[in-house]
């Protein structure tokens, strides 16, 4: 007399999928699992794989079991798929502790376990998520529900000297932060203009942002996406000083250059379009520190140097010595 053998214990299957990608765009092996199963089940009514998996044939019960009854249904070496909620609302939660349980306490025969992943996120994905935040924001929030372009200006410039900043300290953190303060600028201005309020300014989304910044970079990098050739950086930026020239059709070099930015920073880029031109435009002559902090700016644009960055460079060792002396300062007065 021989014994039987153990039945199967059978396999669950927790099926996720990435919110960020088309709902029905699942990987070949979840398919497979999926037309493979003894059972589906999702005790999501309103999940939005629900009907793609039915027009693909897929019978998909709504039904929340325990983590007992999972485990018994999957006897005899049955496979059931799990199409967690994702809602948030403890369920999935609860069937995961539950299966955790039950094989911590070592009386059951387990089946096995697997995380199969549907789909996966892109790079760049998580950007869809800022979309819908910001989408949310302006129209519960009354705040930004009432910003405009005008109103954020100030706030685009306090960005980006913060992300500079953070550069030049070389923290990975702050940069990371500063970035994302920018990035949310970009993504306020494109929301507000997609409600089309300002009526100087024709109505566009997020989306008209990335399709003119993705046509611009293609059209002025024909090295990489078309068949000129360009080996080194001289090169490339020649490549983006013709095709930047033939797209604005501009009547002088000045033309473009914002007069607003700091002062050694608009000196240096007007010095760079004047030799970029082949111009020979001699500075203009004057009394005062104007001139020559004008005559310096574009000496250092002429040698390679960013007159604002070695300002800032020179500002901060002078900063670091006055805290310096202030904490001599401070060591003295408290020794006396």
Do not use: N
């Not at 574009?298 to 002078?318: C, I, K, M, Q, S």
Request: with cysteine; proline share 6%; net charge negative.
């Amino acid at each position: 007399m021989t014994d039987e053998a153990p039945a199967a214990p059978g396999r669950i299957v927790l099926l996720t999928a990435s919110h960020r990608v088309a709902p029905g765009l699942l990987s070949w092996p979840a398919w497979q699992t999926l037309r493979a199963a003894d059972r589906v089940l999702c005790a999501d009514a309103g999940h939005p794989q629900l009907p793609y998996l039915r027009e693909a044939g897929i019978t998909v019960e709504r039904a929340a079991p325990t983590a007992r009854e999972l485990v018994d249904d999957c006897a005899g070496g049955r496979t059931v798929v799990v199409v967690p909620s994702g809602e948030g609302d403890g369920t999935d939660a609860a069937l995961t502790d539950g299966l955790a349980r039950l094989a911590g306490s070592g009386r059951f025969r387990m089946p096995d376990l697997e995380l199969l992943p549907g789909s996966y996120d892109l790079p760049g994905a998580r950007l869809l998520d800022l979309v819908q935040v910001m989408d949310r924001i302006r129209v519960e929030c009354p705040w930004s529900s009432t910003q405009t372009h005008q109103g954020l200006a100030k706030y685009g410039i306090e960005e980006a000297y913060e992300l500079v900043e953070a550069i030049e300290d070389g923290d990975g953190d702050e940069l990371r932060e500063e970035l994302g303060d920018v990035l949310l600028q970009v993504v306020f201005h494109a929301r507000i203009a997609q409600d089309g309020l300002d009526e100087a300014i024709e109505p566009f989304s997020i989306d008209d942002v990335a399709a003119t910044i993705v046509e611009k970079l293609i059209h002025r990098h024909p090295h990489v996406f078309g068949d000129e050739k360009a080996d080194t950086p001289e090169e490339v930026k020649a490549h983006w000083l013709r095709t930047k020239a033939v797209e604005k059709q501009r009547d002088s070099v000045t033309d473009g250059v914002p007069l607003g930015q700091p002062g050694l920073a608009l000196a240096s880029k007007l010095g760079g379009r004047v030799r970029a031109a082949g111009l020979d435009v001699p500075l203009p002559r004057g009394q005062g520190v104007g001139y020559e902090l004008l005559a310096l700016a574009v000496r250092a644009e002429e040698a390679g140097v960013d007159p604002e960055t070695a300002l800032r460079a020179a500002a901060r060792a002078y900063r670091d010595a006055i805290r310096a002396a202030e904490e001599r300062k401070s060591r003295g007065v408290a020794e006396k």
